[in-house]
């Protein structure tokens, strides 16, 4: 096999090889035969042998060689061969290719052979390449010697790989596939990770683009434990903008207008490269009208002009502005519009106070909820728009150089007060809707904008009312009178119980004091007792009238007859007495309280005067809330 790939380039290696067999051949010549289990000198320590082995005793024969020859031969065997270490990596050139393999000259005492399988990444292998080899097995069962190059490749690539971490340098890598969070890349045959976060400065949206690239890469971090190695090409970009950064930060000025390009968008506003240095755009800097989110004005990697609106000592947070390079909308205001035009604006914002209506783009006045409507409930302005809607507006205030305007929609329509007497004179009746209450009544709305309030003690003729919730609900329907009509202040005074007559005017003459009426005792009360006479009439029976004639005292449930011995009015007092029936005392009583009674009546008979007297009580009453 040594003469079929002899070498040409070295002929005297190939002779050198030649020669020694022979010497070893001649050193156990095939015509002496040893007993068995017999072990020559030169079996058993053949350099030794060859070391000390004199030609001259050489009988068999063979001339004898010189030993200025024999020390040449040594010479030539010295610097021509190598020492197949196994754990070294030597360099091979190719002398021969066959379908299978690659025959390697190491400058052994025999070529080796390496599978063409692990020439793969390189179709290009031609005789008289170099190639870097690993001896795997000095001899086979043949004697021949067995390479490997994968072996060898991952030896030096290891070491390639450590060096330029150490040293920081920059290698080249082919990216060969993507996978789960980054990319796999070839580096000296290394299989090394890149992770997304390192492929560039921007987020990567498309991982595909890079695939079967060759690009440059730092590497960065490498586990020796598991043979691991992590690169980055982010890290080079960063090295080339961090010079841009210094260079464009030291020129950095307020008000200066850069151009950039749309990095991140966010939900508060938008991230712009500069060339290196990232400066944000808030959402209220985009544009002078109100938006929901910074998609609506740019996109991403697209190219727009800022300006610089401030930037901290260090020039690392940077504020840039968009709207600001455009006039402000106010200061393109026409000088003709002013307060009470009518403007049409969508509603843009929505609060529980009011709506924000875009008239201009950029230009927003506020109507108050009080100005939607006339009426005198405040309510949520979503009762009466939604955003988006198209509204027309009076202008009520304007301020250019706050850049503040109020608006009013219920100016758009007749105030319902202008004919307020015609509507709603006194004594005219009404039906009402009950939207409020209070501790001292019940607000009733006639129609939008006209408000009314009755007094607790004008919802009922007979019933105490504590609350006006006990009488009546909120949205219920109620007839009402007019009783007061004040146009100057806007208020309207209104009654109930006066849309029926006062029931205890005829009752003044039926239980008058001194009349008898039968009953039964209802409730046991503090001091006495109550007699249901009618729904209207509940009278108090005090505890010693409840005497009976046998001496006992009536109970509960208990019908009898009783005598009036109090009648008041006003008070919707009763008071009745079932021991005057038969009792002088008691009886006698009764006929003072009568006669105090009549006099009483006599003695408070109304004139003009008193008419009026009333009259203006009555609205002193009212203007002080029923106090």
């Known amino acids: 096999m040594a003469e079929e790939n002899k070498n040409p380039e070295a002929p005297e290696a190939v002779e050198l090889k030649t020669n020694v067999a022979a010497a070893e051949e001649l050193a156990t010549p095939d015509a002496i035969e040893e007993p068995k289990g017999y072990e020559s000198a030169a079996q058993a320590n053949p350099e030794k042998f060859l070391e000390e082995f004199n030609w001259h005793n050489y009988e068999e024969g063979i001339d004898p060689i010189d030993d200025d020859k024999l020390d040449e031969f040594e010479k030539l065997v010295a610097e021509n061969f190598v020492d197949t270490l196994d754990d070294e990596v030597v360099e091979g050139t ?28 390189n179709p290009d292998l031609k005789v008289g390449d170099t190639v870097e080899v690993l001896i795997d097995v000095r001899e086979d069962a043949t004697g021949q010697l067995i390479l490997s190059h994968r072996k060898a490749r991952v030896i030096k690539a290891w070491e390639r790989v ?3 971490h150490e040293e920081g340098t920059i290698v080249t890598g082919f990216v060969k596939a993507r996978t789960k969070g980054g990319m796999i890349v070839d580096v000296f045959g290394i299989e090394a990770f890149l992770p997304g976060s390192q492929i560039d400065v921007k987020p990567i949206r498309d991982y595909d683009a890079y695939v079967n690239k060759t690009m440059e890469f730092k590497v960065v971090k490498i586990n020796q434990e598991f043979k691991n190695v992590v690169v980055s090409h982010k890290a080079l970009i960063e090295a080339d903008i961090e010079e841009q950064k210094k260079e464009i930060i030291g020129q950095l000025e307020k008000g200066q207008v850069l151009e950039g390009t749309v990095k991140n968008i966010t939900s508060y506003g938008v991230f712009v490269d500069l060339g290196g240095v990232d400066g944000l755009v808030h959402i209220t800097d985009l544009s002078w009208s109100r938006i929901n989110h910074p998609n609506e004005i740019v996109d991403l990697d697209q190219k727009l002009n800022v300006v610089i609106l401030d930037f901290d000592e260090d020039k690392t947070r940077i504020q840039l502005g968009l709207k600001q390079l455009k006039k402000h ?14 403007v049409k604006g969508k509603v843009v914002v929505i609060a529980d106070y009011g709506a924000f209506v875009e008239v201009e783009e950029g230009v927003e006045g ?9 009426s005198t409930h405040l309510r949520s302005a979503q009762d009466f728009v939604n955003v988006g809607d198209e509204v027309e507006a009076q202008i009520l205030t304007m301020d ?11 100016q758009l329509s007749q105030d319902p007060w202008t004919d307020i007497t015609t509507k709603y004179p006194v004594g005219s009746r009404h039906t009402g809707i009950v939207r409020n209450f209070t501790n001292f009544g019940v607000f009733v709305e006639l129609e939008e904008g006209i408000d009314g309030l009755i007094y607790i003690s004008d919802l009922s003729w007979t019933k105490k009312i504590k609350h006006p919730s006990e009488f009546t609900n909120i949205g219920d329907k109620l007839e009402v009178v007019v009783l007061e009509l004040d146009v100057e202040g806007r208020k309207l005074s209104l009654g109930h119980k006066q849309i029926e007559d006062n029931p205890w005017d005829k009752y003044e003459a039926e239980f008058a004091v001194g009349t008898k009426h039968t009953g039964t005792i209802g409730e046991i009360v503090d001091k006495g007792a109550t007699v249901e006479f009618n729904e209207d009439i509940v009278a108090f029976i005090p505890g010693r009238h409840l005497e009976k004639e046998d001496g006992s005292k009536l109970g509960k449930g ?9 009648f ?9 007495s079932h021991t005057a029936l038969f009792k002088e005392e008691e009886a006698k009583i ?20 008193d008419a009026n007297d009333a009259l203006a009580a009555l609205k002193k009453k009212m203007e002080n809330g029923g106090n």
């Open 400 to 410: 250019r150089d706050d850049r503040k305007m109020s608006l009013g929609i219920k």
């Open 558 to 566: 208990d019908e009898a007859e009783f005598q009036i011995i109090e």
């Open 94 to 121: 190719v002398i021969n290719i066959t379908d299978r393999d690659a025959i390697i000259d190491i400058n052994a005492k025999s070529e080796g052979v390496i599978s063409l399988n692990e020439f793969r990444y």
């Open 590 to 609: 009764v006929k003072q309280a009568a006669k105090k009674a009549a006099d009483s009546a006599a003695a408070s008979a109304p004139t003009l005067g």
């Open 162 to 164: 450590n060096k330029a």
């Open 568 to 576: 008041n009015k006003d008070f919707k007092r009763v008071v009745a």
């Open 366 to 374: 506020l109507i108050h909820v009080s100005e939607m409507s006339w």
């Open 329 to 342: 909308p106010w200061d393109a205001l026409s000088e003709t519009l002013s307060v009470g035009d009518k």
